[in-house]
Every structure is written in C-alpha cells, then in structure tokens.
C-alpha cells in the first residue's frame, strides 16, 4: 500500500460525476422534447377542429341558418355565432380543448364565393 497514488477514487468520482450529469441533460432534453410535442397535438387538435366546425357553418350557411350553434368532438367543444353582412358572414369561432383552454377566431367567410376570406385568431 506504500507506493498507491490515489489515482482510482478520484477517477472514479469524476466518471460518477459525469455520468450524473449527462444522466440530468438528457432527462431535461426529454422533458422538453415531451411538453413541445404535447402542444404540437394540442394546436393540431384544435385546428382540425376549428376547420371541421367551418366546414359545417359553411354548409349551414348555404342552407341560410345564420343563427348560433354548438358542436361537441371527442376532443372538445367548438362554439360559433355566425353575423351575415350581405354575401359576407362573419363568423366567432371559440374552440375549447379537453384541458379547458380557450381560443377564440374571427373568420369572414364569403358564401357567394364558397370560402374563407379572413382567419385571425386571436
């Protein structure tokens, strides 16, 4: 034991610590990968459910209901009133995902026409 260094403790302390801290990294790097791709399905969800509900104003329209309505998915429940103004409508779209948040769109829809003039989400 005389001629020992003390080479090893150290050595391995330091591999100890570096594993630790790649270990916390990538765990960080994970965490965040998952709440980006938890929002990315959550904006996707509610704009196919926005486009959805236009689609059946649209149809509405065109029948000439102009009145205000509710429609339930599996994955929330859009609102909408619909203001017509000649061959425009407009329309205030508010979507509700599972969670409970809101978010609300004005849309001008053009029904001589068939489409979309105008979305701002607000």
Not at 32 to 53: C, D, F, H, P, Q
């Amino acid at each position: 034991m005389k001629g020992e260094k003390g080479f090893i403790l150290p050595m391995a302390l330091f591999l100890a610590l570096l594993a630790c801290t790649m270990l916390i990294l990538s765990v960080d790097i994970f965490l965040g990968e998952k709440k980006y791709a938890v929002l990315v399905k959550e904006y996707y969800i509610r704009n196919t459910m926005s486009v959805m509900a236009i689609r059946e104003v649209a149809r509405r329209i065109e029948e000439g209901d102009f009145g205000a309505a509710v429609l339930r998915f599996s994955d929330g429940i859009v609102s909408y009133t619909v203001k017509k103004d000649g061959d425009e409508a407009a329309i205030s779209l508010q979507t509700e995902n599972e969670s409970g948040e809101q978010f609300k769109s004005e849309i001008i829809y053009n029904h001589a026409e068939k489409k979309v003039i105008r979305w701002v989400e607000k």
